[in-house]
């Protein structure tokens, strides 16, 4: 489909909300409706031609003899397609009904006469919930009318003339997929509807993660099945992009394609697309027969919708700052402590990691999920290609879940190389992105090794722009940003470390307190009972004139006052001073300092310590049991442009030429008026 056409496509279906809605449902229903009414047209189209054996074949007695399973096996041989419906309607046929009491009835018939995964789809929509509204205003004839315009084709296939040439082109996934997530992203604009952390992403992005996922596997890939996993599937645009360019590659490979989504508008969209591919029946078996959705819908964080499931490319955009509270709520926690899920607190050995980040922000528990989906088993293990925004390659402190998740990804030599996207590339955001690449089956050369892709400038920009996205990414950029990743070359655009390289030590220094003692101190403030005033008086009276008071340690084995109260009263009675001596075995708060030493650090922290602290601290000291390992990813620090000065020449040239510009205006304001 051309832009011309696309473009008509997309008006006319945009405008049959102003058409039809417009001040007979509230706006922010407008999407409920009309997105809907495009997913049962499609399925409509589709099953037109054998409806009426559909119809006449589930009416038999024999086969209501059969069993379940095998009626719905007999009705999909029929149509065709892994979904049927065994109503007499179809939107054409409804559409000569113009008494709204019956065309309401038939149109519910029709809904309840599709097969079980079309309900649902209709069920996440919520459709039923407006019909009522709809006929009471007389919409839901209008709105079948449109829908079933000969002059708009929403089938996959072509419509012809008489002649036999293209009237209407068909409207394949892709394209669909497209309209689906603008008029999604319009909507959402235009009658402010908004979601937290949903980033639609557009087809040019999902082209590059196919193509980073699949292009360096190319030569290795062999004829059978590959499997492909979204564990935030959206409108299944990774999905069906993903499996679009395996197709590509020319020799017999097949797909199974799997996903979940929490937004039951984008889940019923993506499962209806699927569907209608004809090519991923949305059942699948476990090897013991248990039935297991292709499409789950729910969160993938708390709602594990494919447990115990291992895949060949997991490949995925989550959402961006995000909380998880929700999630908590469905575990039945109140705090991420109690979280026990493997995925995100797995036993290795006989240590627990905790990878779980802020409660604000999800987006890395999508990583850890996509790693415990790893397979181990077969050559090519698993590829993993994963969008985040920049906090994900450096937020949290060693020890933290984030950096915990990044030291695991590294130090198991997994992670291959992270990719910096232009900025402006989503509708709704204009933040830059990342692209992780992670995988258990390196090559040899990049064993051991991360790259880092500067991939920023490789952008074209859109005539016009799509809300926040101003630019895309066009075929020759693609290839651009593949070349740079499987030449696996070091220039101005591609940078390679050994994985130790995003490795640090986190230490704390401690320096010794130092304490000098006041004899003579008010113990007012110190709020002290008679009996442990009096008490503390006693200690102090054995203090000789000349008792060492810059030395804590011999003042309180000379006042040999009781522990406890001496803890009490020690901050009223002392003060910190420098050229006191060390109070044995405590350091100062104060002074205690943290240090990030990089595990390349020639010599390591022995000679940190001598090298960057001990000239400066000779006193300081490393409290061993609080030394930490972090991990973190900086592209500033590596691919740092500085801003290019103006020289002294540029300079004096600019200057000249205000002067030029402004001579004689001092002289007439100084002369104005007189």
């Excluded at 589930?58 to 007999?74: G, N, R, V, Y």
Aim: some cysteine; overall charge negative.
């Amino acid at each position: 489909m051309d832009s011309v056409q696309y473009n008509k496509m997309f008006s006319f279906l945009w405008n049959i909300a102003t058409d039809v809605l417009v001040n007979n449902v509230e706006a922010v229903e407008y999407k409920k409706i009309i997105l809907p009414f495009i997913v049962l047209r499609r399925l409509d189209l589709l099953l037109e031609p054998k409806q009426k054996m559909v119809a006449e074949t589930s009416a038999s007695p024999d086969f209501h003899a059969l069993p379940q399973e095998s009626q719905c096996e007999q009705l999909y041989a029929i149509t065709g397609f892994p979904f049927y419906n065994t109503s007499v309607y179809t939107m054409k046929t409804l559409r000569s009904e113009k008494d709204n009491t019956r065309l309401m009835q038939s149109f519910n018939a029709y809904l309840d006469g599709f097969s079980f995964h079309v309900q649902d789809i209709i069920k996440k929509f919520d459709l039923k919930h407006s019909l009522e509204r709809l006929a009471g205003n007389s919409c839901l004839g209008l709105l079948i009318d449109k829908f079933t315009d000969e002059n708009i084709n929403l089938g996959i296939a072509p419509v012809l003339d008489e002649d036999g040439k293209v009237k209407h082109p068909g409207l394949d996934n892709h394209t669909m997929g497209t309209l689906f997530e603008e008029l999604l992203r319009r909507f959402n604009e235009d009658y402010a509807v908004t979601s937290a952390g949903e980033h639609y992403t557009p087809r040019d992005y999902v082209r590059v993660l196919a193509d980073v996922a699949i292009k360096p596997l190319e030569s290795k890939l062999k004829k059978g099945t590959y499997e492909i996993y979204d564990a935030a599937c959206g409108t299944g645009g990774i999905l069906s992009i993903s499996e679009e360019a395996f197709h590509e590659l020319g020799f017999r490979i097949e797909t199974n394609i799997y996903g979940q989504e929490l937004q039951p508008d984008t889940y019923a969209i993506c499962k209806a697309e699927m569907m209608i591919a004809g090519k991923n029946k949305p059942l699948d078996y476990t090897a013991s027969g248990i039935k297991r959705e292709r499409f789950a819908y729910g969160s993938t964080i708390s709602q594990n919708g494919h447990e115990g499931k291992y895949f060949d490319f997991c490949i995925s955009n989550p959402p961006f700052g995000t909380p998880y509270k929700k999630d908590l709520e469905n575990w039945g926690y109140t705090k991420k402590e109690q979280i026990n899920d493997p995925r995100f607190r797995p036993q290795i050995g006989s240590e627990t990691l905790d990878f779980l980040p802020s409660i604000d922000d999800l987006q890395m528990l999508f990583l850890a999920n996509n790693l415990s989906r790893m397979k181990d088993d077969t050559e090519l293990g698993t590829r993993i290609v994963e969008i985040h925004n920049g906090s994900s390659l450096f937020t949290g402190d060693a020890g933290s879940g984030p950096s915990n998740l990044r030291q695991y990804i590294i130090e198991n030599d997994l992670l291959e190389a992270v990719i910096a996207m232009p900025e402006n590339m989503f509708y709704n955001t204009g933040i830059g992105t990342f692209i992780w690449v992670v995988t258990n089956r390196k090559e040899e050369r990049r064993k051991g090794k991360v790259q880092l892709i500067d991939a920023t400038a490789l952008k074209s920009p859109l005539r016009k722009n799509l809300g926040e996205k101003n630019c895309e990414v066009s075929a020759g950029n693609r290839a651009a940003i593949v070349k740079l990743l499987m030449d696996f070359e070091e220039n101005e655009q591609s940078k390679i470390f050994p994985n130790a390289e995003f490795g640090y030590w986190s230490i704390t220094v401690e320096r010794p307190l130092r304490l000098k003692l006041l004899p003579h101190a008010d113990l007012t403030e110190a709020k002290l009972k008679e009996k442990e005033l009096a008490e503390v008086k006693a200690a102090l009276a054995k203090l000789p004139a000349d008792a060492p008071l810059l030395d804590f340690d011999k003042c309180a084995a000379i006042m040999d006052m009781k522990k406890t109260l001496l803890k009490k009263v020690r901050p009223f009675i002392t003060e910190v001073c420098e050229d006191a001596e060390p109070v044995a075995g405590e350091a100062d708060p104060k002074l205690r300092d943290y240090e990030q030493i990089p595990l390349l650090y020639k010599g390591g922290i022995e000679a940190f310590m001598k090298n960057e602290v001990l000239p400066y601290a000779p006193d300081a000291w490393i409290d061993e049991e609080k030394t930490v390992v972090g991990y973190e990813l900086s592209f500033t620090k590596y691919f740092y442009k500085p801003v290019e000065l103006l020289s002294i020449e540029s300079l004096t040239a600019d200057i000249e030429a205000l002067e030029a510009q402004t001579d004689g205006m001092l002289k007439e304001i100084l002369s104005f008026g007189k």
